[in-house]
């Protein structure tokens, strides 16, 4: 009986479609290859499988399998576009991320070279403090190459004068006005005084000369920034009550160009 099963199992699967026929002695292996009207695998397979899938998600009937054609554009310049105004397309330069801008540093600057010309009173919506900074270290430097590293005190008076006129301006005036524009202002209306410091370099500032320039420099931010403090503000009547301290606080620089501070103490 067990036999029997065998042979009936052994039967079958010699016997079974899904099995191939034994191979024949001598003669040599052959391998499937399927003729230009079928399809390349299977020769039973369905019609709705035979397509090939296009780049695009649809699907074709027969032919070779189209390519995909998508590439990574590359942006004209290099990595260094990024640092500059126009930076990759769709994407914000990277300085302009950081607060830099060098069209509104440079649009302010000519507004503080220029005090007769009329100020806009929406030019501090955009405050920041990169022009500000730059000047107050180019200050710093310039006065340190001229034997006199006044950094602490520029930095100190800067602060505490910052601070006293925000006070002060915030009393004074009925909207009111944030830190942030009033460091700005002051800030970038320390140019004329970097010209002195430069100058410093090369002349001796601790004479009649030095004592001229540090009062039109300071005559000059004084006016620069009062005016810049009134048209924002809308208080054109109060203008020399605002140049008052602003000036107080621009003749501390000034008398850092001209003397130095720290000598005497160094000395001893």
Same mark, same amino acid.
């Given at each position: ?142 006065? #340190? /190459?001229?034997?006199? !590293? ?6 100190? %008076? &800067? +602060? =505490? ?78 203008? #020399? /009550?605002?140049?008052? !301290? ?6 501390? %620089? &000034? +008398? =850092? ?12």
């Amino acid at each position: 009986m067990w036999q029997d099963a065998t042979n009936q199992y052994g039967a079958s699967s010699s016997q079974s479609p899904y099995y191939g026929q034994p191979p024949q002695q001598g003669v040599p292996l052959q391998f499937y290859a399927p003729g230009p009207d079928q399809p390349q695998f299977y020769p039973g397979s369905r019609s709705s499988l035979e397509g090939n899938m296009g780049p695009q998600g649809s699907i074709g009937q027969g032919g070779p399998a189209p390519a995909f054609a998508g590439n990574i554009q590359q942006q004209p310049g290099g990595w260094w576009t990024a640092f500059g105004t126009g930076g990759f397309e769709g994407e914000p330069p990277l300085l302009e991320e950081l607060g830099i801008n060098f069209s509104h540093i440079r649009a302010k600057s000519m507004t503080v070279l220029n005090p007769l010309r009329r100020v806009d009173e929406r030019i501090m919506d955009d405050a920041d403090l990169a022009g500000p900074l730059l000047f107050f270290f180019c200050f710093g430097v310039l006065l #340190l /190459l001229s034997g006199k !590293p006044q950094f602490g005190y520029i930095y100190g %008076f &800067g +602060l =505490l004068g910052s601070i006293s006129i925000y006070t002060l301006l915030n009393l004074m005036s009925e909207n009111g006005i944030d830190a942030y524009r009033v460091v700005s202002v002051l800030g970038y209306c320390l140019l004329p005084m970097v010209g002195v410091g430069a100058i410093s370099v090369v002349v001796t500032l601790d004479g009649i000369l030095g004592y001229v320039l540090s009062l039109l420099s300071i005559i000059w931010c004084t006016f620069s920034a009062s005016g810049i403090f009134v048209a924002v503000l809308r208080m054109s009547d109060q203008r #020399l /009550l605002v140049a008052y !301290p602003v000036a107080l606080l621009y003749g501390c %620089f &000034g +008398l =850092l160009s001209v003397f130095n501070v720290g000598a005497g103490s160094s000395a001893r």
